[in-house]
Nanobody, 115 residues
Framework: QVQLVESGGALVQPGGSLRLSCATS????????MGWSRQDPGKQRELVAT???????SYASSVKGRFTISRDYGKKSVYLQMNSLKPEDTAVYYC?????????WGQGTQVTVSV
């Protein structure tokens, strides 16, 4: 059974940083491309960062240069380092395989960027 547990979200001021973590289980982590997506109420879910099985990364233009995705094969975890945060980064952040996720999603972690 696929399990995805996101953590690390918080309230942060503009310009601040956060590191999100995603612990996974129930599938062969090493062979899947993984990604972080985000969703604000009333908006479509946006895929913001992906990392393939070999560790190559790609980013949405909205976060490129500010966010860094990484993965730890031993811990079966995915991370998202977010720097220079902006109010428009406010959303619930989810990890899943990329580009399309498993049917099962985690609860997400709330990131709020505000003064």
């Amino acid at each position: 059974q696929v399990q995805l547990v996101e953590s690390g979200g918080a309230l942060v001021q503009p310009g601040g940083s956060l590191r999100l973590s995603c612990a996974t289980s129930g599938f062969t982590f090493n062979i899947y491309n993984m990604g972080w997506s985000r969703q604000d109420p009333g908006k479509q879910r946006e895929l913001v960062a992906t990392i393939d099985a070999a560790g190559r990364t790609s980013y949405a233009s909205s976060v490129k240069g500010r966010f860094t995705i990484s993965r730890d094969y031993g811990k079966k975890s995915v991370y998202l380092q977010m720097n220079s945060l902006k109010p428009e980064d406010t959303a619930v952040y989810y990890c899943n395989k990329a580009p399309s996720g498993f049917d099962s999603w985690g609860q997400g972690t709330q990131v709020t960027v505000s003064v």
